[in-house]
């Protein structure tokens, strides 16, 4: 019998034994990358830390299996966090539960109708203003908990609220600023870590290793009065699922859009993480309806029990590729690995410092809000910076679903504007009795008038070039515009030149009955 072979990052054969060497090694790296930010992010939406891991346990072992996307890994996400902080603040625990079943039932639901690819269907400056504007909240929410302080209450409320809570802990000089000191030094671990250390050594997380520290550092010092994770020895006993009257509330219309508010954010998250990773590997392709549809019975069991709501999460598919994963079997292992931790190992979270954990999310944060993006948006020009800036802006100053509908509809009016702005420029040369008309933007229906005005106040007896070079599109009312009055303006003596065989070129796939009539109809004079 042969050994089963699979292929490398690169293309190339890999075999049996050495997948499985490489997927338990890479399944290590995720469990160890995953642990300290499923605590984290569950921490940051108001949740116990078990919420967290057992949505890392759920999307390890379930969607993992299930996945469309092999070397993508699924947990809680740092991009659900500010949505499920609001949802549990206005609808409670259990409610919550209710929202992330049926957001799950959705996903699946949308999956099946084959709408995959339609959640990818969202502008980039949308999903990095998004990302941005949620690292910007949870920086300035867990700024307030890495000094052992509570988060006031809203996004601006929290920024602003920033120095005060920092002043407080420098002039107090107690616990505050001893829990500050620990957050900061947690932060220059993994700031320092993928940069100080030698390669070798960062096959351990940073965000792990900066625990690790803190843990090791209040230890050492005894730092008693700063706060700890807080955890049952049954971790389970944590959760608070929905019950069966809970899941009436489906049926409120506040209820009812959070749920979608959850699937689509949670589903576009996803599918572009998955876009990415598959930019990472050479392997199998991602089939977006099947990881929806995995996305939705992972949401829906966490739902269920009272979990965190998933998505893929780049930071542990990235650490996933990086380590050498092969198959989705790593993903799966990753899950195992989370399951007999809290099974074994749930009395060692109540020796980490919450200001250490805090900082993993403010550091997350800060990454989040960097305008990095900013050089690539502004090839496509300031609209695309407007949008990315304006959904930032909105999500700070209202809420996340807000920002978001505010991103998609300012997307829409620029493309709607695209589609019907038309500049005509016109360049008289009465020494050659010459007119050059410029096109410039989209020729359509909405502004057949305004092309009409023009070509209607041309003199006659000239010789008229119609430049298409920066037209993006016509239709066929324009060109059918263009083609009588081709004709006209002959008769009056005059005579034209338009780049028929440039458009019929450039919209090969316009190039029907219209568009050879057109040509057809006009013998381009040469210049």
Not at 144 to 164: A, C, E, R, S, Y
Not at 241 to 250: A, N, Q, T, V, Y
Not at 465 to 492: F, G, N
Request: aromatic share 8%; hydrophobic share 50%.
């Amino acid at each position: 019998m042969t050994t089963p072979s699979t292929a490398n990052s690169e293309g190339a054969p890999v075999p049996g034994a050495s997948r499985w060497g490489a997927d338990l090694l890479a399944s290590i790296v995720v469990f160890l990358v995953a642990l300290p930010l499923c605590m984290g992010i569950a921490i940051a939406s108001n949740l116990p830390p078990a919420a967290g891991l057992v949505t890392g346990i759920v999307g390890g072992l379930i969607v993992g299996f299930l996945s469309g996307s092999p070397l993508q890994v699924s947990g809680p996400a740092a991009g659900l966090a500010v949505l499920v902080w609001q949802l549990v603040e206005k609808h409670g625990v259990e409610t919550l539960g209710v929202i992330v079943l049926f957001a799950g039932i959705i996903q699946f639901v949308a999956g099946v109708f084959k709408l995959g690819q339609w959640f990818r269907a969202v502008s980039p400056a949308v999903i990095h203003g998004m990302l941005a504007g949620i690292g910007i909240l949870i920086f300035a929410a867990q700024f307030h908990v890495m000094l052992d302080f509570k988060p006031i209450g809203t996004g601006v409320q929290n920024l602003l609220g920033i120095p005060g809570h920092l002043w407080a802990a420098l002039a107090l000089g107690d616990y505050h600023l001893t829990a500050g000191e620990i957050g900061l030094l947690t932060i220059f671990v993994i700031a320092g870590w993928g940069t100080l250390t030698p390669k070798s050594w960062r096959l351990l997380p940073a965000p792990l290793v900066g625990v690790a520290v803190a843990m090791i550092a209040a230890a050492a010092l005894g730092l008693d009065s700063i706060q700890y994770v807080k955890v049952d020895a049954n971790v389970l006993s944590d959760l608070v699922p929905p019950g069966p009257e809970s899941l009436l509330k489906i049926m409120e219309p506040a209820i009812l859009v959070g749920a979608f508010s959850v699937a689509f954010i949670a589903s576009a998250e996803t599918l572009l993480c998955a876009t990415a990773v598959d930019q990472m590997h050479a392997g199998e392709r991602t089939k977006y309806d099947k990881e929806l549809r995995a996305q939705g019975i992972g949401n829906a069991i966490c739902g269920a029990l009272g979990a965190l709501p998933m998505t893929g999460v780049i930071v542990r598919s990235g650490a996933n590729v990086e380590a050498g994963a092969k198959t989705r079997a790593s993903a799966i292992m990753h899950g195992v690995w989370l399951l007999l931790f809290v099974a074994g190992l749930p009395w060692t979270l109540s020796y980490i410092p919450l200001s250490a954990l805090a900082a993993v999310l403010v550091f997350t944060g800060y990454k989040l809000a960097y305008p990095k993006i900013l050089p690539s948006l502004m090839k496509y020009g300031w609209g695309e910076v407007l949008i990315y800036i304006a959904t930032i802006v909105t999500i700070v100053l209202t809420d996340l679903l807000t920002g978001v509908l505010t991103g998609l509809g300012l997307s829409l009016a620029k493309l709607l504007y695209s589609f019907s702005h038309l500049e005509i420029v016109k360049k008289e040369n009465p020494a050659e009795n010459r007119v050059d008309l410029y096109l410039k933007g989209a020729a359509t229906l909405v502004r057949l008038p305004q092309l009409a005005s023009e070509l209607e106040i041309l003199p006659p007896n000239t010789h008229v070039k119609v430049h298409i070079a920066d037209l993006d599109y016509i239709d066929h009312a324009c060109i059918d515009l263009l083609t009588s009055w081709d004709r006209q303006h002959r008769a009056t003596g005059g005579s034209i030149e338009i780049e028929w065989e440039g458009l019929a070129n450039r919209y090969q796939s316009r190039t029907g009955a219209g568009m050879k009539a057109a040509r057809s109809a006009s013998t381009p004079a040469k210049s």
